[in-house]
């Protein structure tokens, strides 16, 4: 079962001195690990990530850690969030593509920094209960349910595109819906260990760069880890 309230009511979403206490605390946190972009910051200060939480384990919704939801998916590990987020460059009014909504939390983020989020999700659970959930906490996201390795052709161009599942390959379906000048982030590699790449489009080149090591859930699709 997936660890998130399944209960869509805002009656349920309680957001106190506590919870934006330990938020602040996470913030200080990534700011330790080398996080720099303010606005980046200022979205995870925001987004109640305990919301996302069944109630017993709650007391670990802060922790910077990643979580499973069930499906054999998981809650990205803050910092991953905050570091894909801040490759990105996002600047308000985006146009994001999101590949595996999974819990959400990602792309609520991607929404506090202003973004306009185009999210798509491979297990049919996940996306009906992120797609009741989100809009619950006030996110609105453009839902979608299929094979993100393909994108959304139907919806491209994209200035960014996020992807938040380890691919054994860079799609090149996803690399041909970015606008000029775009980018996108993937985490390329096994099924245990991804490095982190960030392309950036120029004319019919794609500019390269390498960051981390990080372990993700594996990317489902045709040009994934299959289904």
């Not at 985490?187 to 500019?207: A, C, I």
Request: hydrophobic share 40%.
């Amino acid at each position: 079962m997936p660890f998130f309230k399944q209960k869509w009511a805002f009656s349920m979403i309680e957001d106190n001195y506590k919870q934006r206490g330990l938020r602040n605390k996470l913030v200080k946190k990534l700011r330790l690990k080398g996080i720099k972009d303010e606005a980046v910051l200022a979205a995870i200060a925001k987004v109640p990530r305990h919301v996302f939480f069944e109630d017993a384990l709650l007391v670990h919704a802060y922790e910077d850690k990643a979580f499973p939801i069930g499906e054999g998916q998981t809650i990205s590990q803050p910092y991953t969030v905050a570091f894909q987020s801040e490759k990105l460059h996002v600047k308000p009014n985006d146009k994001i593509l999101e590949v595996g909504t999974g819990s959400g939390y990602q792309a609520a983020v991607l929404m506090e920094m202003g973004a306009k989020v185009y999210t798509i999700e491979f297990n049919r659970k996940l996306y009906e209960l992120a797609k009741g959930f989100l809009p619950a906490l006030g996110y609105k996201p453009f839902f979608f349910f299929g094979d993100g390795s393909k994108g959304l052709p139907a919806k491209a161009p994209f200035d960014k595109i996020i992807v938040t599942a380890g691919a054994p390959v860079v799609p090149q379906a996803l690399l041909d819906q970015l606008n000029e000048g775009g980018i996108m982030i993937i985490p390329v590699g096994n099924r245990e260990s991804q490095k982190m790449v960030k392309f950036t489009k120029r004319g019919d080149k794609y500019l390269k760069e390498e960051f981390d090591n990080f372990s993700f859930v594996p990317l489902l699709g045709e040009s994934g880890w299959g289904s």
